[in-house]
């Protein structure tokens, strides 16, 4: 029989088994997850959450702060799918791709994932804020890159918006498709 968080949180020793019920009645009344009030009334911590979950879900923990990740593995999901899902891609080891994630209950969205790579999906858990901090450390610093030698390559001045080139870069693809599809309009033009 699985142990629900509260439970499972009580025989780590974590809390008193008073406070799940209280917990329970401040999850009704916000509409919240049982751990994100926990969390809010200072009786745990995010990493004790994720510790009880890895034991509910039988997911591992990773520690994303000494965790390095190849640029061949980040290439695997796009800066929208890591935000969009809120993931990001650890290593690749044949056609297994390991994903940090920080919510083992979105279950469907690995499913989603593994059609788009088409690797097996393996979850670890880690917090919600390091992966934040990975999408940023791994996908905007090459982001900004890639958009100021886009700005350098049109001689846009250098304030140019980062919204507004995001727009362009986006229009261009869509134009170098259609004229990939249909050369003649290229030739016509």
Not at 7 to 33: C, F, H, S, T, W
């Amino acid at each position: 029989m699985t142990l629900l968080i509260g439970e499972l949180l009580v025989k780590m020793g974590l809390i008193n088994e008073k406070r799940p019920k209280d917990a329970l009645k401040a999850q009704i009344a916000e509409g919240r997850r049982i751990g994100e009030v926990l969390i809010k009334l200072g009786l745990v911590s995010e990493v004790d959450i994720l510790k009880a979950l890895s034991q509910q879900f039988g997911i591992p923990l990773i520690d994303m702060e000494h965790t390095e990740i190849e640029e061949i593995v980040i290439k695997l999901i796009s800066l929208n799918t890591a935000k969009r899902f809120s993931v990001i891609p650890v290593k690749k080891s044949r056609n297994i791709l390991t994903i940090a994630i920080s919510d083992p209950t979105r279950a469907f969205d690995l499913k989603e994932l593994q059609m788009l790579t088409g690797c097996d999906i393996e979850p670890v858990l880690t917090t919600e804020a390091l992966i934040e901090e990975a999408i940023i450390k791994y996908y905007e610093s090459s982001h900004n890159v890639e958009l100021n030698k886009f700005i350098a390559d049109f001689g846009m001045p250098k304030d140019t918006s980062l919204e507004i080139l995001e727009e362009e870069k986006k229009d261009i693809a869509s134009l170098e498709f259609l004229f990939g599809l249909y050369p003649p309009l290229l030739a016509a033009g």
